[in-house]
Every structure is written in C-alpha cells, then in structure tokens.
C-alpha cells in the first residue's frame, strides 16, 4: 500500500486548501485513517481521524475549522481545512490502517504517505 498526499500550498490567513491523499496498490482494505502534521521544531501531533464508516475525531486546535472525510470508492481521505491560522504552518501527513488480504492471510499495517507543506502568511 502506498500513500500519496497533495493539496498543500502558501495561503493568507483566513483562506481554506484542501488536501488529498491516494491509496494505491492491491489487495488491501483500508480501515481507520487520518491525517497529522509536524511545525518546524515541534512534534507531530494528530489533526484529525476517520473510520471505514466515516466517524469522526478533531484535535481541539482544529475543530470547527477542519474537516475530514474520505471516498472509499477512490480510496482517498480529504482534509478541509478552513480559516487557516499561521499556527496551521506544517507539513501535513496523511495515515491509513490497512488489511492486506493474500490466500489465507491477512496482514495488518499502516503506512504514511510523503508529507506536503501548508504554509499560511499572516
């Protein structure tokens, strides 16, 4: 399974991007994804979470302002990210659980995808 994140970019304060991120490969399902970030000097924390059945989590710093959702038919996970704060500065990491499914096994794992930069001016 590999991951592929996009959509990050230099916004203003107040402005919106949302960023994608792709599932590739075979023989997989994916279950519980989500998406987190790491500022410069600081450490990565979660942003925001989504199950196979779309339920919801948010970090409180984002909370009304994010929102996550996912296309199982595409395998794609999506972070809406609105009024975008200076302190949203981060490089934004996409996650996903998986079951890779092969005869009689199943294997479970999780991968990362690359990581792409949101850059908000004050």
């Known amino acids: 399974v590999q991951l592929q994140a996009s959509g990050g970019g230099l916004v203003q304060a107040g402005g919106s991007l949302r960023l994608s991120c792709a599932a590739s490969?075979?023989?997989?399902?994916?279950?519980?994804m989500g998406w987190h970030r790491q500022a410069p000097g600081k450490q990565r924390e979660l942003v925001a979470t989504i199950t196979s059945g779309g339920s919801t989590t948010y970090a409180d710093s984002v909370k009304g302002r994010v929102t996550i959702s996912r296309d199982n038919a595409k395998n794609t996970v999506y972070l809406q990210m609105n009024t975008l704060k200076p302190e949203d500065t981060a490089v934004y990491y996409c996650e996903a659980d998986y079951l890779l499914i092969r005869d009689d096994t199943t294997v479970a794992g999780r991968e990362w995808g690359q990581g792409t930069l949101v850059t908000v001016s004050s």
């Open positions: 490969g075979s023989g997989f399902r994916l279950n519980n």
